[in-house]
């Protein structure tokens, strides 16, 4: 049998299965628990400071985000505040993807 878990809630679980085999009076237990945790992660700064930049010029810097945690972490990076001019000033690359435990 294979048994699939997947949840949105943190917290530890414990489930009991009751399986009852055709041709069979008795049932057959099995006890299902664990704890699911979210992820933790961090950038390697606290703050990205451009100092004076060119007009209409690039300007890039790089920062590493790392999962901290013993689980796989998928994210999404935006800046929320960007787009309010005509062009997006901010471009993050790769904005999305999947960092393995301890990436």
Same mark, same amino acid.
């Given at each position: 049998?294979?048994?699939?878990?997947?949840?949105?809630?943190?917290?530890?679980?414990?489930?009991?299965?009751?399986?009852?085999?055709? =041709?069979?009076?008795?049932?057959?237990?099995?006890?299902? @628990?664990?704890?699911?945790?979210?992820?933790?992660?961090?950038?390697? !700064?606290?703050?990205?400071?451009? =100092? !004076?930049?060119?007009?209409?010029?690039?300007? @890039?810097?790089?920062?590493?985000?790392?999962?901290?945690?013993?689980?796989?972490?998928?994210?999404?990076?935006?800046?929320?505040?960007? =787009?309010?001019?005509?062009? @997006?000033?901010?471009?993050?690359?790769?904005?999305?993807?999947?960092?393995?435990? =301890?990436?």
């Amino acid at each position: 049998l294979d048994i699939t878990f997947c949840s949105d809630i943190l917290g530890e679980f414990s489930e009991m299965f009751n399986f009852q085999l055709q =041709g069979s009076d008795d049932l057959l237990s099995c006890q299902i @628990k664990g704890h699911v945790v979210g992820p933790t992660f961090n950038f390697d !700064v606290d703050e990205i400071d451009f =100092g !004076v930049v060119s007009y209409s010029f690039m300007h @890039k810097k790089t920062i590493t985000l790392s999962n901290t945690s013993d689980i796989p972490m998928e994210y999404v990076l935006s800046v929320p505040q960007d =787009g309010t001019f005509v062009k @997006k000033e901010f471009e993050i690359q790769p904005s999305q993807g999947v960092l393995q435990a =301890g990436d």
